[in-house]
């Protein structure tokens, strides 16, 4: 419950900081983000299957 409550916390710091950037910016960091994600499971796909 500990871990809910400061997860929770921590996306209210980051989404209010997101607030106060240009959406553009907002934008690219949520794509760069995104990508990033995504990449990340791709990887950990193949080396579960090698």
Known sequence: MII???VLLLMG???GAVVH???P???AAGAAIGAW???FAVRERHARRG
Do not use: G, H, Q
Request: no cysteine; proline share 7%; aromatic share 0%.
């Open 13 to 15: 710091v980051m989404l």
């Open 4 to 6: 809910l409550v400061a």
């Open 37 to 39: 994600l995504l990449v």
């Open 21 to 23: 950037l240009p959406a």
């Open 25 to 27: 910016v907002s934008l």
